[in-house]
């Protein structure tokens, strides 16, 4: 019985596998595989519904319903039994449908003589692309066998649908994928614009084969690919730089439970018997297990679904060949489009790629802090890029709307590099100013400083007209390699850096990992909100060697010049005091084994929670220098999670609230004499910035292509008269100071 089943199976599978070999249009195809499939299941109806736009499905082809209502029956996402099993992508099998929670009847179609009802999803790694329906007279529930080879028939629907067998004109079926313009809304990660052609950063397996000929020669494929790939996965667990505990261990020790689970094999194998081939097998497993796995409750769970999915690639790519080597060559001017990407990787493409479009990443990740030294655009949250873009296709990414153009219309083009060509004038203006001071009408000069993390950002030192690196974030180096850097290495780079600035300040914040930067070869903590757990200092007072070493190394690559030390998320001054005991300690230790010392050594802390404005003026007195990081000081005042979307940009910086702080921070470290400056991307928004400055803070530390634009802002107007302008406007009571900021500014 099993046998008959299995090659009835087959059987429909060859015929969808003839049509799609077959020449004809899509709505053509569309229709004999509805016939087919009903005739194969013995049921009345068959109906396929598309995606027309990610919101809305549409029946684009029917054995039995009324014909009339082919393309002219549309339903929202999570409308009715369809629209249900589209969002939640699983099937729905009743022997009642009008019963059914949430049944929505459609009389154009003629469905009420039908209560039988079985919905599968048509999907293809995570990719929603449409819903398979087959509907009967009788009343009755379809069986486990039927709902599973309606299953593997929908997975061949779904690499018929993504190799372009039902696309046609705008009114013929559906249209052409990869064809139209299409206009994603993410979130700026990094501002800036760029124009070029799509560079995937892994290249799609294109299953061009679903149907398998030879079932038993597609098992032996199947179990000679596994082979190889547990074999891979035990020599890359075996490596010397993955021992231990770290996350690379745990996330293998993940790949060799699921390449040697049997029930994922199992099942494999069962899809292989009823007709699919083994990389169609692969990847009907892939979207079903993380179907599942994206409707988890459980954050661990969910987490796994990137080991699964790398693993299955890993798999397709084993059994097609399709290497990400494809072949293609990079185009000019490459835009990198890529789901996620580690800091490593993106550092490798370098300065050859004009931005980046991200669907997934965060505005902290370490991608976007290697984005912001290669002074590249970011956007993040792009949903679909990945399978909406194709190698070559023209882009336009604006970072600072956090809008991707792809296939652009010639209009949208010519405005976009109509912006582009005003940016480029606005630099090449304020690039006579490099060699000015960022001096007031008033005569209040403003020292600017560059936020720097890799040696590639040293040349913007001198091109920019900085006057040093107020933030030079030491932690890159730990994030981009798999294993702890060895002190030699550090203090050479760190000497190499000291070199490039030719003799201007660097402002070295020791490691600040924890939160959104965890390291490749340190074990995760299970944290509910990181952001405010073990991280920065708190863990270099923990794990006091890699503070020592780190330390050790600065000290060495000194050598007889000044150094500059910034301790990060200091909160309390205990922690202060005893970080600075450490340094004090390295320092002692080195000089007794005979180092040359540092010139001077100047020692400072970042302040970037509210508790550290309220330290007694001790701790002032103590640091040479104090420096605002901004971004993490106003997430904590406003409770705002500058990862969360929905809140990061409901707060204003010019709130009469925050510029009360930033007040009272300037006025402690002027009683204490201390140098103050503020870092973060505020101080690189000339808006921002003049704000700041008339508030009392002299050194402002931002991205090298701000400097430009907060000098030009700087030397045209009078900050004294802008905190006369700020003083009344509080004394009138209002509680936020950008309209009365930017009309003052306007008047000038």
């Not at 799509?198 to 596994?226: A, F, Y």
Request: with cysteine.
């Amino acid at each position: 019985m099993q046998d008959r089943k299995d090659s009835d199976s087959r059987k429909l599978l060859q015929r969808l596998k003839e049509i799609l070999a077959a020449p004809g249009g899509g709505q053509d195809r569309l229709d004999q595989i509805t016939h087919h499939i009903a005739d194969s299941m013995g049921t009345q109806v068959c109906s396929i519904y598309l995606f027309r736009d990610p919101e809305t499905l549409e029946l684009c082809a029917t054995e039995g319903l009324r014909p009339e209502s082919v393309h002219q029956t549309r339903l929202r996402l999570g409308e009715g039994l369809v629209g249900r099993v589209a969002r939640s992508g699983r099937h729905v099998n009743t022997a009642d449908a009008p019963s059914e929670p949430g049944f929505r009847f459609m009389p154009e179609t003629g469905e009420e003589v039908f209560p039988s009802f079985l919905g599968v999803p048509i999907q293809r790694v995570g990719e929603r692309l449409g819903v398979l329906v087959v509907q009967s007279r009788e009343s009755r529930q379809f069986s486990e066998d039927e709902l599973y080879g309606l299953e593997v028939v929908a997975m061949v629907l779904a690499e018929m649908t993504e190799l372009g067998a039902f696309q046609g004109g705008q009114s013929d079926s559906m249209p052409q994928a990869h064809r139209f313009p299409l206009m994603i809304r993410g979130a700026t990660a990094q501002e800036g614009a760029a124009e070029g052609r799509v560079w995937l950063h892994e290249p799609r397996v294109v299953v061009s084969n679903p149907v398998g000929d030879d079932p038993d020669k597609e098992l032996v494929r199947l179990h000679e690919g596994v082979e190889r790939l547990r074999q891979t996965v035990d020599s890359m667990l075996a490596a010397n730089d993955m021992t231990g505990d770290g996350e690379h261990a745990a996330v293998l020790e993940t790949y060799r439970m699921f390449a040697h689970s049997r029930s994922w094999l199992k099942r494999m194998e069962e899809d292989i018997r009823l007709g699919l081939s083994a990389e169609a097998a692969v990847e009907k497993e892939q979207s079903q297990a993380r179907a599942r796995l994206e409707m988890a409750a459980d954050p661990y769970l969910r987490d796994r679904l990137h080991d699964l999915d790398d693993l299955s690639n890993r798999l397709l790519r084993i059994l097609t060949g399709q290497g990400s080597d494809t072949g293609a060559e990079m185009p000019q001017n490459p835009i990198l489009v890529a789901r996620n990407i580690g800091p490593a990787e993106l550092l490798e493409y370098g300065r050859k790629l004009k931005g980046v479009v991200l669907e997934e990443g965060s505005v902290g990740s370490h991608a976007a802090i290697v984005a912001r030294a290669l002074a590249i655009p970011l956007v993040i949250h792009a949903a679909r890029i990945t399978s909406e873009a194709l190698n070559g296709d023209p882009i336009l990414v604006d970072g600072d709307q956090g809008l991707v153009h792809l296939r652009p219309e010639e209009t949208v083009a010519v405005a976009f590099r109509d912006k582009i060509a005003m940016q480029a004038e606005a630099q090449n203006r304020y690039a006579s100013l490099r060699n000015l001071p960022a001096t007031g009408t008033c005569g209040t000069t403003i020292q600017l400083y560059m936020n720097a993390g890799l040696m590639a950002d040293l040349p913007s030192l001198e091109g920019s007209g900085a006057e040093g690196v107020g933030l030079f974030r030491t932690e890159l180096q730990f994030l981009i390699r798999s294993h702890v850097p060895r002190r030699a290495e550090l203090a050479a780079l760190y000497r190499r850096v000291m070199d490039n600035a030719k003799g201007r300040p660097v402002m070295f914040r020791t490691l600040d990992i924890g939160s959104d930067k965890v390291l490749p070869y340190m074990k995760p903590q299970d944290e509910p909100n990181p952001a405010m757990g073990w991280r920065a200092i708190r863990v270099g007072l923990d794990k006091r060697g890699v503070l020592r070493m780190q330390l050790q190394a600065l000290i060495r690559a000194s050598a007889g010049r000044p150094l500059h030390v910034m301790f990060p998320f200091v909160a309390d001054i205990g922690e202060y005091e005893e970080a600075y005991r450490v340094l004090m300690q390295e320092l002692s230790r080195e000089q007794k084994l005979g180092r040359e010392m540092p010139s001077d050594i100047r020692v400072g802390a970042m302040l970037e929670t509210p508790s550290l404005a309220f330290a007694p003026r001790r701790f002032f007195e103590m640091c040479d220098f104090v420096s605002i990081g901004g971004n993490d000081l106003k997430q904590f005042f406003f409770a705002a999670d500058r990862e969360n979307e929905r809140v990061r940009r409901r707060y204003d910086t010019l709130n009469v609230s925050f510029l009360s702080l930033l007040r009272q921070i300037v006025q402690c470290c002027e009683e204490a004499r201390v140098p103050l400056s503020f870092c973060g991307e505020d101080a690189g928004r000339p808006i921002e910035a003049l704000t700041f400055a008339a508030l009392g803070i002299r050194r402002l530390s931002m991205r090298p292509a701000s400097i430009g634009p907060v000098k030009h802002l700087i030397r045209r107007v009078s900050i004294g008269d802008l905190r006369r302008v700020i003083d009344e406007a509080e004394a009138q009571g209002l509680t936020n100071l950008r309209r009365p900021i930017t009309e003052w500014l306007a008047r000038q």
